[in-house]
């Protein structure tokens, strides 16, 4: 049982380029959502997503799409970064469709860090 | 103003210490309060869950929540060096089936030292 997996740990991109940022959970979690961490700021919500399917926008959505066509899988796409999206990334997920509660706490991975140039 | 506040520290204390750790807040929707825990170049990890005001304890680690003054906090007895992480409040309102999201503090640095 791996948990939330993250790949890839770090990445360097330049101005302009795309990339897929890509979170794998086998627990068979309904919720899924991206993360994204920066000093000062605390977590703040990208999309997220409570079902195969299904996704929404978070708190900080533009510049980043998402997709949920199975279960286990939700990646984040960057469509032309910039360097205001150096940051760390994190995937997190949880049973219960609601998101985060008391018997379904999230579950985070361990973060992809990413430097725009 | 954010809706969460959180003094980003560091805080260095000594073994065995007791540590206290703070998140004021604004929105009096919020119900539900939350401890993650986060160890350096790791995810954040849940460590104590409440809802609405009262205390909860779980070993050496007791959650408070004063709804009346917008106020959690988090106790450490007996800290120790494996204590030391950053530690994130976190909080959101009533459950809803669209996705119940998270606000988060921007959390506290603790070192605990020998």
């Known amino acids: 049982n791996a948990g939330v997996t993250q790949t890839p740990k770090f990445q360097v991109l330049k101005t302009g380029q795309s990339m897929t940022l890509q979170c794998a959970q086998d627990?068979?979690?309904?919720?899924m959502s991206w993360y994204r961490q920066d000093p000062g700021m605390g977590l703040r919500l990208i999309h997220y997503?409570?079902?195969?399917?299904?996704?929404d926008q978070g708190e900080v959505p533009n510049g980043y799409n998402v997709s949920r066509s199975t279960t286990e899988d939700f990646p984040l796409r960057l469509l032309s970064a910039a360097p205001s999206q150096t940051s760390v990334y994190f995937c997190?997920?949880?049973?219960?469709?609601?998101?985060?509660?008391?018997?379904?706490?999230?579950?985070f991975g361990n973060g992809t860090r990413l430097t725009v140039t | 103003q954010k809706e969460v506040e959180q003094d980003p520290g560091p805080l260095s204390v000594p073994e065995g210490a007791i540590v206290s750790l703070n998140c004021t807040y604004s929105n009096s929707a919020f119900q539900y309060f939350m401890w993650y825990r986060q160890y350096s170049r790791k995810g954040p990890e849940l460590l104590m869950y409440t809802y609405s005001s009262g205390n909860k304890e779980d070993g050496r680690f007791t959650a408070q929540v004063d709804k009346s003054s917008k106020y959690i906090s988090l106790f450490i007895r007996d800290s120790q060096p494996s204590d030391s992480a950053t530690y994130l409040c976190?909080?959101?309102?009533?459950?809803?089936?669209?996705?119940?999201?998270?606000?988060f503090g921007t959390g506290t640095q603790l070192k605990v030292e020998l």
């Open positions: 997190a997920s949880s049973y219960s469709r609601s998101g985060s509660s008391y018997n379904s706490p999230l579950h």
């Open positions: 976190a909080m959101s309102g009533v459950l809803t089936g669209g996705g119940n999201k998270l606000t």
């Open positions: 997503s409570v079902g195969a399917g299904i996704t």
């Open positions: 627990m068979n979690h309904e919720y």
